[in-house]
């Protein structure tokens, strides 16, 4: 289940919507990216999904951040669903992926060269740059080949080369069921009564945020979506009411298309096509 801004929970009591959202939170699960930056504020969570992902069962996490925000004046800015700095140094992007919209590997790169740059301060050796590994996961078979994870390689073509950048990429398929441990953990994160007890933190996480007072916290943060659905439907409403009002004034020949979609700060192709869909 898919929660955005426009959650629909409205014309209804304060005691009402709350049990309302209370029902909401009960159908999230940790694929969904609201409920797993809630899940990964939890060091020993990250610790053991980390441990089943890279598998390495002695993997130790020294700190963690949910919605892990690096900012840029001049570029676009990234917020990361979980980052992770382990005892060897490594640093570990987590990103939950819902839909199959986005060029995937393009975004992995990006982020990848945010995170990069983000740690690597001017005059330091390129030498001293940790370690970086990507974990994307996404809830459909991102490469269609029925596996449940999907690891890159750089390789030397036409040799039998294998290079290391310090760039480690890694897909996860939630949606794929090989009997494996990874995907006995990825049916957890999925369906709404599933939980192992061979992931035992993940699990009483997922529990407690759904059914006990803990999932009060989630249940603010939906009443945060909501609110600022609220005023995002607002302010688009306001956007296409004068897009519709710069329509009619080409229509009537007061302004030329290049003109209106100047005023809307558009170009001429993305005006004339919502021209089109007006019609």
Do not use: W
Not at 33 to 50: P, Q
């Amino acid at each position: 289940m898919k929660i955005t801004g426009h959650c629909k929970i409205q014309g209804v009591g304060k005691e009402r919507r709350n049990m309302d959202y209370r029902r909401v939170i009960e159908k999230l699960n940790p694929i969904d990216d609201i409920f797993f930056r809630k899940m990964a504020e939890n060091k020993s969570f990250c610790e053991e999904i980390l441990r089943e992902f890279l598998e390495d069962p002695g993997l130790e996490v020294l700190e963690n951040h949910a919605q892990h925000s690096i900012t840029s004046i001049e570029r676009r800015s990234v917020i990361l669903d979980a980052l992770c700095r382990l005892k060897d140094g490594r640093v570990i992007n987590v990103e939950i992926q819902n839909d199959d919209n986005v060029n995937h590997q393009k975004r992995v790169r990006y982020y990848s060269s945010m995170l990069t740059t983000n740690m690597i301060e001017k005059g330091v050796s390129f030498n001293e740059l940790p370690d970086i590994c990507i974990i994307y996961v996404c809830n459909f078979d991102i490469f269609n080949k029925n596996r449940v994870k999907y690891e890159i390689k750089r390789v030397v073509d036409g040799f039998d080369i294998e290079l290391d950048n310090g760039l480690r990429e890694i897909y996860i398929c939630a949606n794929i069921r090989d009997g494996s441990s990874l995907s006995e953990l990825m049916r957890v994160f999925t369906e709404d009564d599933s939980y192992s007890r061979n992931f035992p933190i993940v699990s009483d996480i997922k529990y407690r945020l759904k059914y006990s007072e803990e999932g009060e916290d989630m249940s603010e943060v939906l009443k945060q979506l909501y609110e600022e659905g609220r005023e995002e439907g607002r302010k688009q409403g306001i956007q296409n009411g004068f897009i519709s009002a710069l329509i009619s004034l080409v229509k009537d020949g007061i302004l030329s298309i290049a003109d209106a979609a100047s005023r809307a700060n558009m170009s001429v192709e993305s005006f004339e096509k919502y021209m089109q869909s007006m019609k």
